[in-house]
């Protein structure tokens, strides 16, 4: 950890409770434009709130416990490419330097194996950027043949974009087990399922949901 | 001393230099600190279900600099000398780690409390999973510091605790690892709502003090 955050996080703690710029100067002993400044980074580290008293005065509440989440929710990244939004019982939070990928979000939620996430995971291929990228990640994931299989389902029910070629072949011939969820198979989708010898956990029914964006 | 920031570069430090996928649970005050319950914390306490990550964990902090500590600091009561000991690390900067493996000293990491986890974290190799607040209320009650006392208080002040859960995880543990459990548990509480005014109801604490008496009678009768 930084120096930095560590001083500011001794700072939030000496100004716990409610604050004005005056009081937060006369605590730390600076000058007023000083606790302004002060104020304001405690605010971008999330240790900060300002509301206003009667008088327009601004009233700062400072709580260190109060820091800002760090991480990347995976849920939350999935509602927000997915149109099926999911809400899920425990939270996974992906702590990394930039925001993954929708191509690592698509591979991270199949490998959930979780019969909602896989699902909502579906509305995904529709904004894949980079095929290559996702044939990478289904590679380290092992599970490239049920990302195939799984396009192909979604491609039956609903408006998707054209995998490239190349990705799809390499995608057929990579290793992956043959239940995306264990036991799961399907009653619709036997082509699918034998052309990438793989079990798709869904009927058409459990599809139903994305019958507003279908074809 | 250790808050989130610091914690969590420390786990992403040690996410980093894992060659493969280690998951374990955050217990006490590190999972305080994932809930903004607290500010910081003395230890972070980590619990492995594999001996083999454990043990892969104390290397890379050796390599980062810890030290391991092998006199024990006493947190929890009813120590025994050899069994469940935990490995201790003292970091650079005074940071801890306390790596149990399964047991928490007399409170076993069970199924129950792992089907209940509320948050994982993904430090590259590193899963962190986070306990719900009810098992930390629990594990608190096997320790006598002070502190750990406030540190329940503010659990039940921020969180809507699910009693029933207390009660059964308490119930539960008798069949594992720590038969007298909710003695201890019914002693902890008490203490919570007599001395610090905690709001705990009271047929939560009649219902532990029932599960208790009858666990000394079937104890004494056994002798």
């Known amino acids: ?215 | 001393m250790v808050n989130i920031g610091g914690q969590e570069e420390l786990f992403k430090v040690i996410g980093r230099e894992l060659n493969r996928r280690i998951e374990c649970y955050a217990i006490g005050g590190s999972a305080m600190m994932f809930y903004q319950a607290k500010a910081d914390t003395q230890d972070v306490d980590l619990v492995f279900l594999e001996k083999g990550d454990l043990e892969k964990i104390k290397k890379i902090l050796e390599r980062i600099g810890c030290i391991d500590k092998k006199e024990l600091v006493k947190i929890f009561r009813r120590y025994k000398d050899n069994k469940n000991r935990p490995i201790m690390m003292a970091g650079k900067n005074n940071e801890r780690f306390d790596l149990f493996f399964k047991e928490i000293i007399t409170f076993e990491m069970s199924d129950t409390i792992a089907g209940r986890v509320k948050e994982v974290h993904e430090f590259n190799n590193l899963i962190v999973k986070i306990i719900s607040p009810e098992d930390i209320i629990l594990l608190k009650c096997a320790t006598e510091r002070e502190k750990d006392r406030y540190d329940a208080l503010r659990l039940m002040e921020k969180f809507d605790i699910n009693w029933d859960i207390i009660v059964d995880e308490a119930v539960n543990q008798t069949k594992l690892e720590s038969y007298l459990f909710p003695v201890y548990l019914y002693d902890f509480l008490e203490e919570l709502k007599e001395d610090f005014k905690a709001d705990i109801p009271r047929d939560v604490l009649r219902k532990i003090r029932k599960i208790s008496e009858d666990l000394l009678v079937k104890k004494l009768e056994k002798k």
């Open chain 1, 1 to 215: 950890m930084k120096k930095s955050d560590v001083k500011l996080f001794e700072i939030a703690k000496k100004l716990r409770g409610l604050q004005t710029v005056s009081t937060i100067a006369k605590t730390l002993n600076i000058k007023k434009r000083t606790a302004i400044n002060y104020a304001w980074k405690l605010r971008k580290n999330g240790y900060l709130t300002t509301s206003y008293a009667r008088n327009k005065i601004r009233l700062y509440r400072i709580d260190p416990l109060r820091r800002k989440k760090t991480g990347y929710s995976l849920y939350n990244l999935i509602n927000k490419y997915s149109k099926v939004k999911i809400s899920a019982r425990e939270d996974y939070i992906i702590h990394s330097n930039k925001e993954p990928s929708v191509e690592e979000v698509l591979v991270r939620a199949i490998d959930t194996k979780e019969f909602r996430i896989v699902l909502a995971s579906l509305g995904l291929f529709n904004k894949i950027k980079n095929w290559s990228r996702l044939k990478e990640f289904a590679d380290r994931y092992k599970i490239g043949r049920q990302v195939g299989a799984l396009y192909d389902v979604a491609r039956k029910t609903m408006k998707v974009k054209r995998m490239d070629e190349r990705t799809r072949k390499a995608l057929l011939k990579s290793k992956s087990e043959k239940f995306i969820i264990k036991n799961f198979k399907s009653k619709n989708f036997n082509d699918v399922e034998r052309k990438w010898d793989v079990f798709i956990p869904f009927n058409k029914q459990d599809l139903e949901v994305y019958e507003e964006w279908s074809i």
